[in-house]
Nanobody, 115 residues
Framework: QVQLVESGGGFVQPGGSLRLSCATS????????MSWFRQAPGKGREFVAR????????VYADSVKGRFTISRDSAKNTLYLQMNSLKPEDTAIYYC????????WGQGTQVTVSS
């Protein structure tokens, strides 16, 4: 059974940083492209970033390019998202998944950026 457990969210002031983690189980993590999505209040879920199975190739949404870094540790079956220079518009629940995303989603982790 696929499990995706996001953590690391919190409250941070504009310009601050957070590092999100996604612990996975129930599938062969090292074989999959993985991704982060987010959902802001009153909006649909949107793509944030993805990383291929090797970790060598990454793609970012224009809104986070240059500020966020996606990475993975296949020995730990864990996906990361380093978020720097956070803005209020980054406020959302952040989710990890494969890419393309599977049907099963985790509970997400809340990120709130506010002064």
């Amino acid at each position: 059974q696929v499990q995706l457990v996001e953590s690391g969210g919190g409250f941070v002031q504009p310009g601050g940083s957070l590092r999100l983690s996604c612990a996975t189980s129930g599938f062969t993590f090292s074989s999959y492209t993985m991704s982060w999505f987010r959902q802001a209040p009153g909006k649909g879920r949107e793509f944030v970033a993805r990383i291929d199975y090797s970790g060598d190739n990454t793609v970012y949404a224009d809104s986070v390019k240059g500020r966020f870094t996606i990475s993975r540790d296949s020995a730990k079956n864990t996906l990361y998202l380093q978020m720097n220079s956070l803005k209020p518009e980054d406020t959302a629940i952040y989710y990890c998944n494969t890419y393309p995303p599977g049907a099963r989603w985790g509970q997400g982790t809340q990120v709130t950026v506010s002064s």
